[in-house]
């Protein structure tokens, strides 16, 4: 299907489930030190979605499946700093739209219609000037039109074949940078070479990250943001890097790797127990199935790894009933993938659990991010993971709720494995699933040979 028939089809869905006009910004980059030196810029996604085009400083208007687009003409100033850029008329063939008006045009437009907060400040403000009403995207669901957000969450919690290709094109670039990154690790001394080498990989195909690089050997801290740890040859170094196409579709996957080459015994005991957990989560997924059980299955797997070795003690149902594997596993198994690495998650919860489901607050489900039953079309991730965290492990609140379950002395033993997660990213098919990662090896001998393969 050409991208015109993708883009018109994905309006007509939206008019399904929304009769208001709705109107959707695509942002503004924001400045970094003073305006003429910005962050990159990258469009909002719900306009992504519906214009198919990354345009800084414009918005789409939708209305019963037609499409009109509000942008500028470039200025002489932008031509002399930034050269020639397509005319208004062009990006309106480009976005397949009814028709295109000028910026200024969209105060003239803007009757009875409904809007998402896009996430820079200065475009938020612009849409509560022309809105005449408060919009944000803090303090949800306040300052969101529910209804148009609910809309295009219908629209978009499952995948057409063109986002599944380009997922799958983001899917193929993360691959060759995870290769990369297994590949420079034997003769990297920091982190952030290995790092280095991974992004070159992503930008080697012209596109960029979804999301900030996660490459330490201290897996343990989930969302590290430090990576000039030196490497270790003990070390295990887990890395959390996805690529994202120009149309902005990401992709989210982690592995976790020797720094040597060869895992040792400890560490290999526990990566099995991790991947039995990722492998059972995969092949329970299938439509109809809730994302909350697959959780629950990959809990229950860990649980039962951490009996086999010592650690835990206890039936593993029993242990699962009371959070005991949230103490090594405390995130949620996954979350939906999309144009955002985390789907939509700029409306909160809207998208990822199913209407009147809330967030548990036990321990073991309260950073679950999707609670609805799978659908066919839907692509999520799925992470397990065994960490060592000291926040959580020396809390004397938990290490007294669970002072009869966990073996402290045979944990002591494992401390060569602070952070361990395998990530992949599995569309959701009408007869079970597809893992759209798979070519990167899970397998610990397959790592292994990765990791020693060109360096030695
Ligand atoms: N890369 C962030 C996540 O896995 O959720
Ligand atoms: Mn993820
Ligand atoms: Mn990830």
New binding site residues.
């Given amino acids: 299907m050409s991208s015109v028939a993708t883009l018109r089809q994905r309006r007509q869905r939206l008019a399904r489930h929304c009769d208001r006009p709705i109107l959707l910004w695509s942002g503004a980059r924001s400045p970094r030190n003073f305006p003429h030196n910005p962050y990159p810029f990258r469009a909002s996604s719900h306009f992504l979605y519906f214009a198919g085009l990354s345009l800084e400083r414009a918005a789409i208007r939708l209305e019963h499946g037609r499409a009109q687009l509000f942008c500028d003409a470039p200025s002489p100033d932008a031509a002399l700093w930034h050269g020639e850029t397509p005319s208004r008329e062009e990006l309106a063939e480009i976005a397949a739209v009814d028709a295109v008006y000028p910026w200024a045009e969209l105060s003239d437009r803007l009757q009875d219609v409904a809007t998402i907060a896009v996430q820079d400040a200065a475009t938020c403000r612009h849409q509560s000037e022309l809105l005449q009403r408060p919009i944000s995207p803090h303090g949800l669901p306040m300052g969101i039109d529910l209804e148009a957000a609910q809309a295009v969450v219908m629209t978009r919690l499952t995948h057409d074949a063109a986002a599944v290709e380009e997922i799958r094109a983001a899917a193929r670039t993360t691959i060759a940078a995870h290769l990369a990154g297994m590949a420079a690790t034997t003769t990297a001394t920091r982190e952030y070479e290995v790092r280095a080498a991974m992004e070159y990989a992503i930008a080697q195909q012209h596109v960029t990250c979804a999301?900030p690089s996660i490459v330490t050997t201290h897996g343990e801290v989930l969302h590290s943001d430090r990576d000039d740890g030196v490497l270790q040859s003990d070390d295990l170094l887990l890395a959390?890097v996805?690529a994202e196409t120009r149309l902005g579709w990401a992709a989210?996957v982690?592995r976790t790797w020797p720094v040597s080459g060869t895992f040792s015994a400890t560490q290999r005991a526990v990566y099995d127990i991790v991947l039995a957990a990722h492998d059972k989560a995969i092949a329970a997924i299938a439509p109809g199935v809730e994302y909350r059980d697959i959780h629950l299955l990959a809990a229950r797997v860990l649980a039962e790894g951490c009996v086999d070795l010592g650690i835990l003690r206890g039936r593993p149902d029993e242990l699962v009933e009371r959070d005991a594997h949230a103490l090594f596993f405390p995130h949620g198994i996954g979350?939906l993938l999309g144009l955002d690495?985390?789907d939509m998650e700029d409306l909160g919860d809207m998208a990822g659990y199913a209407p009147g489901r809330q967030r548990s607050d036990r321990f073991g489900l309260s950073y679950l991010r999707l609670h609805r039953p799978l659908q066919a079309g839907m692509v999520v991730?799925i992470?397990p993971g065994f960490y060592q965290v000291p926040a959580l492990l020396r809390d004397p609140e938990r290490q007294a709720r669970y002072a009869d379950v966990v073996n402290w002395d045979v944990l002591a033993t494992f401390n060569d494995v602070r952070g361990i997660r395998i990530?992949d990213d599995v569309l959701v098919t009408p007869e079970g699933s597809e893992v759209l990662t798979v070519a990167l090896p899970t397998e610990p001998a397959a790592i292994e040979a990765e990791v020693r393969r060109l360096n030695n």
């Fill in positions: 999301y959390d996805g989210d982690t979350h690495v985390h991730t992470e990530e």
